[in-house]
Every structure is written in C-alpha cells, then in structure tokens.
C-alpha cells in the first residue's frame, strides 16, 4: 500500500511542473493558524475583486 | 466567505467528532489553494448527531444552491435521512460528509488522522498521506493540480 502511494503518476508529474514552488515554501515556514488566516484574506480580496470587476463591467446596476 | 475559526469554534465547543478534509486539510498542510468552504467527515453516532445539530442551529443551515423556500427543516431527523450534507449558513459554507472515497467513514479515518492545534482549539485533520489517498481515489480531473501541489509538499517536507 505504501509503496502504492509513491507510485509516480506521469499527469501528475506534468502538473508538478507548472508548481511554483516558492510560493509553497512561504507556505510551510507558516503555523496551521497562519495559514488559514492567509487563506482568508485571500478568499477577501478575491471577493472584493470579484465585486470590482462586476462593477467595472456593469456600472449602472 | 466562510469564518473558518468561527465555524470550528462552533463544532469544537459542542464536542462534535469530526476530522478536517478537503481543500481546508489541504491550507493546513501548507496548499496556496484557496477554497470556499469546510469539508469535513462526521461521525454518525446518534449523540454526534445531536451536537452536529447543535453546533450549527444558531448558525441558519440551509441546502446550498437549493431554492429559498423549501421545507428543510436542521435536525436530526434530516441528518439520519441523508448522508453528505452541502450547507450555506450564517458563518459560510459548509460540508459535511459521511464518508470519503479513499478514506471512508470516520471511524475509519481516525487512527490516521492528525490533531490540529489552530484558533485556540483542537481538531482532527487528514494526515497529507490520507489527503492524497482521497484525492486519488476521487480521480476527479480538478484534483490533478491539488494532487501535483500535495506530492510537491509531501517531497518539500522529505527533503
């Protein structure tokens, strides 16, 4: 079963190469807590994002 | 949005059995993914149902994507009736399931499961080991990125 999950999975090894890594390495310098809150504000400026850009798009409603 | 401290202080202060999975275990394991909600698995024992129920009847949990209106009424009746639950409430969204592929129940997951130290309180989460089993067998073509990032983290941690 172990060896299962080490098994090499060719997609997958596609995908790994469009990671950037960086940024998951700031990630795992963070506590469990820090990361859920960075998720947070992250999910906040996506919304407020998302408003922006219906406002842009949509001025008058 | 959903509050992911106020939404685990709800299920943590009324003593529900439950184990984080999904794209919440995953920021926890250091994912840069965002995700909407919480997913987790639940127990279904007949006194976890009834925390399960308590923990979130303040919190207006209603069937998300469901039309307003319908008579869905948060209790225990309704949890023995279903399984997976998608809910949208006062604190955000949220899932609860019954059991995963690759994982199944809670039981079952459990003496794999990690404890999570966060906001104060404790809670289960799948082990990235467990994260990934489940995310191979959901073999959904969304979970090729998250499976790729996971096994990225899992080499980073090795290394």
Redesign the interface.
């Known amino acids: 079963m172990a060896s299962k999950?080490r098994d090499i999975?060719p997609?997958?090894?596609v995908?790994?190469k469009?990671?950037?890594?960086t940024?998951?390495?700031e990630?795992?310098k963070?506590s469990?807590?820090e990361?859920?809150l960075k998720?947070?504000e992250?999910?906040?400026f996506?919304?407020e994002m998302r408003r922006a850009g219906r406002q842009a798009c949509h001025p008058e409603s | 949005m959903t509050d992911f401290a106020a939404m685990l202080g709800a299920l943590v202060r009324h003593d529900v059995a439950f184990i984080v999975v999904d794209g919440a275990a995953a920021i926890a394991h250091g994912s840069v993914r965002l995700t909407s909600d919480l997913d987790i698995v639940y127990q279904r024992t007949s006194p976890n149902l009834d925390s399960l129920v308590a923990a979130l009847v303040d919190h207006q949990p209603y069937l998300r994507g469901a039309p307003p209106g319908l008579p869905f009424k948060w209790d225990k009746t309704t949890l023995l009736r279903g399984i997976n639950f998608t809910l949208i409430s006062s604190l955000g969204d949220i899932d609860l399931l019954g059991e995963i592929p690759g994982g199944g129940t809670y039981e079952e997951l459990l003496p794999g499961a990690m404890e999570l130290s966060v906001f104060g309180m404790r809670c289960r989460c799948l082990s990235l080991a467990q994260l990934i089993r489940a995310k191979r067998a959901a073999g959904r073509p969304r979970d090729l990125e998250v499976l790729a990032e996971l096994e990225s983290i899992q080499e980073e941690e090795k290394s």
């Open positions: 999950e999975d997609v997958i090894e995908y790994k469009d990671l950037d890594l940024l998951i390495r990630n795992l963070l469990v807590e990361r859920f998720a947070q992250l999910a906040r996506a919304e």
